[in-house]
């Protein structure tokens, strides 16, 4: 007997996976006739825009390796793989799949939708399409159509690369996973008590002095100008937004220790590399302060394509209210006037939201009643809501008590508690049209590399992804718990780690 005596026969392993084993779940799937199949002579077809091509490339290079087919990129012929920009009710990141032993077929009204559309493709193919050396096939796609378009236009992970600083390939790792699952936005975590990461040309030394050292004393680092416009145009080549956050005014060691005319002492602290929060605030009441918020505002708005700039806002308990009012209202104008929308963690509702600001919940179900009101008030007076309540959508919580990673204060947040619940009706009060969509946040006080990272997201990411991109009624955890197994050949065969939780029955889906 070889080495294949406990792998499927062959016919098993060409039965194609189902349309509806995708995460997120699609809006739509109609499953019905003869499968697609990717051969040595399938072409991948595009019309003459650039984008389409763009992303025909990077499907390309997606299945080149696994394939060993040349795949080429085409705009004649018929059949195979054809990439369409059409018009059609597909909204901003929809598109439609659809899969006949002729051609496989995704149209989209945008680059993003087909994209998306690409994502389930890649899913619908066997696992082994991950793995960068040649496998043997075959690679069929079962026939039918998906019809698909997200539930949510906010659908983030936040990651924080200053308590442990991460490299460039680190991050765009991390977007690559994201892509995956069709998240949108990654938020990046930028400042915090240890470290600042971006370089500012106007106050240098928040970057080489106040990013020269990371949580439990390792060496830190920083993103320079090159390394960031690097990561932003990674993230946008995978449709991803990057929001950037600085915050403030708490959260702001590093600052205050690279600049001691920050303080209002004069003094300037020494760095920190513990993890304690809430002892650091800007000098609400100079006006170099403003200065320095003016002028990082600015170099970072001119690195960001995107819309969004975060302000931070959270645990600002060594600033008074009352001058917690008085910043917020000098910095947000200042946000608006280098042409960004403000989002801030929620505690930004305790003073006055900005028109058009974004406020991000991160409260859980223990957060106080009047903490909610506050929210969901200012939502009623327009303010977008951003939901990432720790004890559901925290990736830094312990899954359970042994998880050798992360935190608990939250509480610990196994898989299915952080998959089985509604944005859309989490908030009691908060008005439907409120709710932008969900964020996953990745603090980083315990996670040191991409293996520790992947730990503590594998696999509730993919579940907050579908909460942000499938309609609420297509939730239902004991069907979402078996597409879920399905993906972890995929996570073996990307070479992503992940935690093998007790409540999924892995090895029962298509393994
Ligand atoms: C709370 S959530 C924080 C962070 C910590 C995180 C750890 C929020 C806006 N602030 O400073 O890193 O908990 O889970």
Known sequence: MGVCVTKASPAQAAAPTPLDRVIPAPASVAPGGAPYRITRGTHIRVDGSREARRVAEYLADLLRPSTGYRLPITTYGQGGIRLRLADGDFGAEGYRLSSTPRALTI????????????????????????????????????????????????????LDVSRHFFTVDQVKRYIDQLALYKINKLHLHLSDDQGWRIAIDSWPRLATYGGSTEVGGGPGGFYTKADYKEIVRYAASRYLEVVPEIDMPGHTNAALASYAELNCDGVAPPLYTGTEVGFSSLCVGKEITYDFVDDVVRELAALTPGRYLHIGGDEAHSTSHEDYVKFMDRVQPVVAKYGKTVVGWHQLTGATPAKGALAQYWGLDRTSAEEKARVVKAAQGGTGVILSPADRVYLDMKYTEQTPLGLSWAGYVEVRRSYDWDPGAYLPGLPAGAVRGVEAPMWSETLENSEHIEYMAFPRLPGVAELGWSAAGSRDWERYKVRLAAQAERWDALGVEWYRSPQVPWGVAGQ
């Open 107 to 158: 149209s989209a009204g945008t680059p993003a939708g087909l994209f998306h559309g690409v994502q389930t493709l890649r899913q619908l193919l066997p696992a082994a399409v991950e793995k960068d050396t040649v496998q043997p096939g075959p690679w069929p796609v079962a026939g039918g159509t998906v019809e698909d378009s997200p539930r949510y236009g906010w659908r983030g992970a936040m």
